[in-house]
């Protein structure tokens, strides 16, 4: 009964975004791009290409870059994964956009996270919390002063480092006690 409703859901969804006319979809979550690509489209047909936002920007940057005038001073580091990336190369494609901002300053990062994003880390508690340790080692190493998700469902995930004990004080990421 599973495969069958899914089946149905990826139909209408195919369906109702074919519906939209449109010859472009943008999507902001991973997951349903790789979805949408890896299995929807090779079931149904779509008659639409897909981006990620990202992608969307970045084309844009041209138009964008007269737009960001205010300077915002700030070091930051990008939560980055490799799973996505190899899809849609929007590790860099964040990168250089962040760095349009005048005053932003993106602060390289030895820490890559595996996979699409951290949903999928979060059946394994263990290395979550490794990525986010890592990935605040990494930031208060480098002095960033906040950390930038590019991902919905990291945010997320990353937010509650504050309920972990981490805290955001005098402009830089600091560990509580």
């Given at each position: 009964?599973n495969?069958?409703?899914?089946?149905?859901?990826?139909?209408?969804?195919?369906?109702?975004?074919?519906?939209?006319?449109?010859?472009?979809?943008?999507?902001?979550?991973p997951?349903?791009h790789?979805?949408?690509?890896?299995?929807?489209s090779?079931?149904?047909?779509?008659g639409?290409?897909?981006?990620h936002?990202?992608?969307?920007?970045?084309?844009?940057k041209?138009?964008?870059?007269?737009?960001l005038?205010?300077p915002?001073?700030?070091?930051?580091?990008?939560?980055?994964?490799n799973?996505?990336?190899?899809?849609?190369?929007?590790?860099?494609?964040?990168?250089?956009?962040?760095?349009?901002?005048?005053?932003?300053t993106?602060?390289p990062?030895?820490?890559?996270?595996?996979?699409?994003?951290?949903?999928?880390?979060?059946?394994?508690?263990?290395?979550?919390?490794?990525?986010?340790a890592?990935t605040?080692?990494?930031?208060?190493?480098?002095?960033a002063?906040a950390?930038?998700t590019?991902?919905?469902?990291?945010?997320?995930?990353?937010?509650?480092?504050?309920?972990?004990?981490h805290?955001?004080?005098?402009?830089?990421?600091?560990?509580?006690?």
């Open positions: 009964a495969l069958i409703a899914a089946g149905g859901m990826a139909k209408r969804t195919a369906q109702n975004l074919v519906d939209t006319g449109r010859g472009r979809v943008v999507a902001w979550c997951s349903c790789v979805h949408m690509t890896d299995v929807i090779r079931a149904h047909d779509t639409f290409s897909l981006s936002f990202a992608e969307l920007l970045f084309e844009r041209d138009r964008l870059a007269p737009l005038k205010r915002v001073p700030i070091k930051v580091i990008l939560h980055e994964h799973g996505f990336d190899r899809t849609v190369p929007v590790n860099a494609m964040v990168r250089a956009l962040l760095g349009m901002i005048p005053g932003v993106v602060t990062s030895e820490v890559t996270t595996p996979g699409y994003m951290c949903a999928p880390l979060v059946g394994m508690p263990a290395v979550l919390q490794d990525v986010c890592k605040l080692a990494s930031a208060r190493a480098h002095g002063e950390l930038v590019i991902f919905h469902q990291c945010h997320r995930e990353l937010l509650g480092l504050e309920a972990d004990g805290q955001h004080e005098g402009g830089a990421l600091r560990r509580r006690g």
